[in-house]
């Protein structure tokens, strides 16, 4: 088990809502991406965060959007649900630090219906 | 073409067998090979974590990474029932702030 933890663990939307996710680094671990993985697909990259700010950005449109607070812990936030986002989204941390690589917590799985 | 290619299988083998997975890729700017596990609903584990080309080796795993012919491979010796997983190969062109970029998971049963 990592110490990178997500919540909620699942949950359910309906089209055109709006959702955040919430995602707690591991302890010493300053950046923080998120990224979405379909079912049977591999991870596709959304964003990063370090210092609180946006560090580097997949192919995903401006509704999707997030947040880094002081303590590294981070927000992945959609507006404007499509049935499309049903998918497991993932944090990520690291130490920004050439040579280390990121720690995966257990996802949130959303629906949207 | 995808940056980063690999057969999503499935793939069953018996227990003890020597399983190899292989995944190619397209960004000779890759210098940083990982190779995830994931079991069904829950996030991705880091297996092995290699820079460059060559050989890397823990217990019953070793990775090997010929960035020549931009390929990548992760061998199980002595498969467990316990092995039974998705498996994702994942690069990056830097150890820093980079983007991991994944293949498409590989699914591994082991039979006992």
């Known amino acids: 088990e990592t110490g990178v933890t997500q919540s909620p663990t699942h949950l359910i939307k309906t089209r055109g809502q709006q959702v955040t996710l919430r995602c707690s680094s591991q302890?010493?671990?300053?950046?923080v991406s998120w990224y979405q993985q379909a079912l049977g697909q591999g991870p596709q990259f959304i964003f990063q965060?370090?210092?609180?700010?946006?560090?580097g950005r997949g192919n995903f449109p401006p509704r999707f959007s997030g947040l880094q607070f002081p303590n590294y812990s981070s927000e992945l936030n959609v507006n404007a649900l499509e049935l499309d986002d049903s998918a497991l989204y993932l944090c990520?941390?690291?130490?920004?630090?050439?040579?280390?690589?990121?720690?995966f917590g257990p996802g949130t799985r959303l629906t949207v219906l | 073409q995808k940056e980063v290619e690999q057969d999503p299988g499935p793939l069953s083998v018996p227990e003890g067998a020597i399983v190899s997975l292989n995944c190619t890729y397209s960004?000779?700017?890759?210098?940083?090979f990982m190779w995830y596990r994931q079991y069904s609903r829950k996030g991705p584990e880091l297996l092995m974590y290699?820079?460059?080309?060559g050989n890397k080796e823990d217990g019953r795993f070793t990775a090997q990474v010929d960035k020549s012919s931009k390929y990548i491979s992760l061998f199980i010796r002595d498969s467990q029932p316990s092995d039974s997983a998705t498996y994702l190969c994942?690069?990056?062109?830097?150890?820093?702030?980079?983007?991991?970029?994944f293949g498409k998971g590989m699914k591994l049963t082991v039979n006992p």
């Open positions: 290699t820079y460059s080309s």
């Open positions: 965060y370090y210092r609180e700010e946006e560090n």
């Open positions: 990520a941390s690291k130490k920004r630090e050439v040579g280390d690589t990121q720690y």
């Open positions: 994942a690069m990056s062109t830097q150890g820093g702030s980079e983007k991991l970029v």
């Open positions: 302890s010493g671990h300053n950046t």
């Open positions: 960004n000779s700017a890759f210098q940083y």
